[in-house]
């Protein structure tokens, strides 16, 4: 066959010498080439592989194992005592640390629209010594403890840039005193307490109401006062009755009793009463609108007596008893005659 | 034949296992290359009504999702030979199929090439009692087709109904429900080497794998080279694999022969291997780069280095041309086809409608195959390649796949067989339980 045997190659080119091969001693040594790699996988590597395929197994190891190898080595080194402290207080301090840059201290307070008494007992309600973290000012906590002022009705606290915190507050306005039991107090238009009085005379210019649970129904009373406006040079204050209805009190011992509801309506009936009649300036003790359809009136004890002499009667005194005392009769000398 | 039937139908309900876990490998045991494919199954919904796309014989509900080849150890003549080296080649190309898949398989189709089949037409007949033809009539009839003796060890790997006939009119493929009072089929059962199919068993069983199906590799390359026409029309599809050779005849979309040669491209490479006196690495790289069939006058001037490493410089540097190459391996292919031809002619393949002959496997790429075929084994003579199916990908469409892409075809919508109808009832054992309470029954 052609080409099959070596020295017939290239016969074309006739006499052409054989190349110059430098022969070696001896042999050179066969490489020692490792033998190949038997591609397949023992028994044992390809019962792994598939059970490394079982999507169980495979979660197992891929995501269980790590984890418990952290939780395990987290465990073990945080088993030790001082390790822990060591790791809190790197931890507080480095929080420490940011919380006191000087981006969040604040170093001073300003208050807006309060009086002295409140701007000093809000100061003093601050949890912290100025200048601190703005961190450790827990806002909502403060605003909460400053609502609880009586005499604040609202705050707006906020951490302004440069380190202030700024408050600015409404406080209650006083429009009622409220006389009951235990003392005098301020009360504002809904009838919440403001501040507590020694007496009268430190707000003479305020109404006065009077009675239990007055304060609950103050928004009723100043509407009341409101109304009372030709009577109110006369308006000593309010009364409650039994925490259910007001009495008008009124200076000469008069007192206008209204009913529990509609109050206002029976006060403005008896005000147009008194504008027609002149009611409130004659002799009569108590005005009684409790029953709408029938206001019922009690006249003084002059006004009595007046009747009584002149029908003839025994004029009476204070007591409801006929005055008949030698000792008194001086003093009824005079009415007896006119 | 008992425990065939029972052997068979448990590895049919593995095979419904696996098919609904979804995921199932099939694997192609070759002389030269083993070769496997897994296979997952979507179910049918994967193609919408509007995308044109049918069931196409369940091909449209299965994709291949990894694909593994290595080169096959123990292997001789399609037959296991080293069963612990078949093992690990085994091993290799089901783990790297794994690999790529990315799921683990737990159940396997596998094809045998060797083995020595050979093909047996059966033919029974009974009487419908009925009148017409139930599913237990379908049943009696294939239990009453007459065995011939098989020989000792011989096992049947495919016993297929391929015609029915009722009362003269033949040619029917679904015989149920029709009327008629005879009822005849015809089956094709291919038998193998009952020790090398026992062989393959064990080697997958070692691999922890269950066995689902185990099919002849000509049937299954057939499947996958073979067009439909061809099937219905009447062809011969030949396997031409490294140690064997296999020939399956195809009519009416139905095996009625199957047969395998032991010689294969493993041959071609010894006779390069011998007459050039190279290894027989070397002479596979000749076949497989500059290997051919038709010498022409060009091919003497083409000197082909032969390379080598024996440390002789001489023997290093020798060419041959190419006619010299074509020379060795021309009288190997037509030797083979020769054989190809007998067994056809055996076959009765010359009185068959159309004899359409195919030629796929690994071999079938040596160029100017085709023309050396035509003028053995008659005019109609083609080079197929497997069918393309789903994810398969480009380096495993080569015609060396189509047997397994086959399998796949072939698990993808399994063909009739005898054990896949009830077995009748007076075939079931003496102490069966049914009889007893039958007889229970007929006596209180």
């Known amino acids: 066959m052609q080409g099959l045997n070596p020295f017939h190659r290239g016969h074309g080119d006739g006499g052409r010498p054989a190349p110059v091969r430098h022969v070696p001693a001896r042999p050179a040594p066969a490489l020692n080439r490792a033998p190949r790699r038997d591609p397949a996988p023992s028994r044992l590597a390809y019962r792994l592989n598939r059970m490394m395929l079982r999507p169980l197994v495979r979660r197992l190891v891929h995501i269980g194992l790590p984890a418990f190898l952290a939780a395990m080595v987290a465990g073990l080194w945080l088993s030790d005592e001082t390790r822990r402290a060591n790791l809190t207080g790197g931890i507080n301090a480095i929080v420490d640390r940011i919380q006191h840059r000087e981006e969040f201290m604040v170093k001073m ?25 703005s961190f450790d000012i827990d806002l909502e906590k403060l605003r909460e403890r400053v609502l609880k002022l009586d005499a604040v009705e609202a705050v707006d606290l906020r951490i302004k840039p440069g380190g202030v915190l700024s408050a600015v507050v409404t406080e209650r306005v006083p429009v009622v005193l409220w006389r009951h039991a235990r003392g005098i107090e301020l009360l504002d238009k809904t009838g919440h307490r403001v501040a507590s009085v020694t007496s009268r005379e430190v707000r003479g210019d305020l109404p006065i109401i009077a009675g239990e649970g007055a304060d609950l129904a103050a928004p009723e009373a100043l509407a ?33 009793k209204l009913p529990e509801d509609k109050a206002l309506q029976a006060l403005e009936r008896a005000i147009a009463l008194d504008r027609a009649q002149d009611m409130f300036e004659r002799d009569i003790a108590v005005i009684d609108l409790r029953q709408e359809a029938r206001p ?43 | 034949m008992k425990d065939l039937y029972q052997g068979q139908r448990a590895m049919r ?6 098919m609904q876990r979804g995921v199932i490998a099939v694997l192609d045991i070759g002389t030269s290359k083993i070769a496997c494919l897994v296979l997952q199954f979507d179910g049918p919904s994967q193609f919408r009504e509007t995308d044109g796309v049918g069931p196409m014989a369940g091909q449209s509900n299965f994709r291949v999702i990894g694909t593994a080849t290595t080169r096959s150890r123990g292997m001789r003549y399609g037959e296991i030979e080293t069963m612990a080296e078949t093992e690990r080649a085994i091993r290799t190309v089901i783990q790297s199929a794994q690999k790529v898949a990315g799921t683990r398989v737990d159940h396997v189709i596998a094809c045998i090439s060797g083995a020595r089949p050979a093909s047996y037409g059966l033919a029974g007949e009974i009487t419908l009692p009925s009148g017409k033809v139930t599913e237990t009539d379908v049943a009696r009839v294939l239990a009453s087709c007459d065995v011939p003796d098989f020989g000792r060890g011989r096992e049947v790997l495919h016993a297929q109904p391929v015609n029915f006939a009722i009362d003269g009119r033949s ?31 064990h080697c997958i069983r070692r691999c922890d ?52 040669v032991r010689f294969g491209g493993d041959l071609i490479t010894q006779d390069i291997a011998k007459g050039l006196r190279v290894s027989y690495a070397v002479a596979e790289r000749l076949k497989t780069l500059h290997g051919g069939l038709e010498a022409t006058g ?30 060795i ?22 009185c068959m409608p159309a004899r359409q002959i195919v030629l796929t496997g690994g071999s079938s790429q040596i160029p100017g195959l085709d023309v050396l075929a035509s003028r053995i084994l008659g005019q109609n003579v083609r080079i197929g390649r497997p069918l393309r199916i789903q994810g398969l990908p480009h380096n495993a469409t080569a015609p060396g796949f189509s047997s397994a892409i086959g399998l796949a075809l072939l698990t993808a919508h399994p063909q009739d067989e005898w054990w896949d109808f009830d077995m009748p009832a007076e075939h079931y054992p003496a102490r069966s339980l049914r009889r007893a309470y039958r007889w229970f029954r007929n006596n209180w």
């Open chain 1, 296 to 338: 019922v009136v009690r006249l003084g004890l002059e006004a009595q007596n007046a009747i009584r002499r002149a029908r003839g009667q025994p004029e009476i005194g204070p007591d409801g008893k006929p005055v008949e005392a030698a000792g008194k009769s001086g003093g009824k000398s005079t009415k007896k005659s006119g």
């Open chain 2, 13 to 18: 309900n593995m095979r419904r296992q696996a």
């Open chain 1, 109 to 133: 307070m300003t208050i807006e629209g309060a009086s002295p008494v409140v701007d000093k007992g809000l100061r003093a309600m601050l949890p912290v010594d100025l200048p601190a973290s």
């Open chain 2, 329 to 350: 391996m021309r009288p190997r292919v037509e030797e083979i086809l020769e054989k190809v031809g007998e067994i056809l002619e055996a076959a009765g393949f010359d």
């Open chain 2, 171 to 201: 040619g029917l493929s679904d015989p149920r429900d029709q009327s008629g009072s005879r009822l005849a089929c015809d089956m094709h059962v291919l038998t193998i080497d009952g020790d090398a199919a026992g062989n393959l068993v």
């Open chain 2, 298 to 327: 060009r091919d003497d001037r083409e000197m082909i280095e032969l390379g080598g490493s024996t440390g002789d410089w001489d023997t290093d540097r020798r060419s041959v041309s190419r006619a010299d190459l074509i020379g």
């Open chain 1, 224 to 256: 009341l006062i409101d109304a009372a406006g030709p009577i109110l040079p006369r308006l000593r204050g309010l009364e409650r009755i039994g925490e259910r209805r007001w009495d008008l009190v009124l200076d000469r011992g008069q007192r206008i």
């Open chain 2, 209 to 260: 794998m269950e066995l689902a199906g185990v099919a002849s590799a000509s049937y299954a390359a057939g499947l996958a080279a073979l067009v439909e026409d061809e099937q219905e029309l009447g062809a011969a599809c030949i396997d031409l694999g490294g140690g064997t050779t296999g020939v399956s005849v195809f009519i009416k979309k139905h095996m009625i022969f199957a047969d395998a």
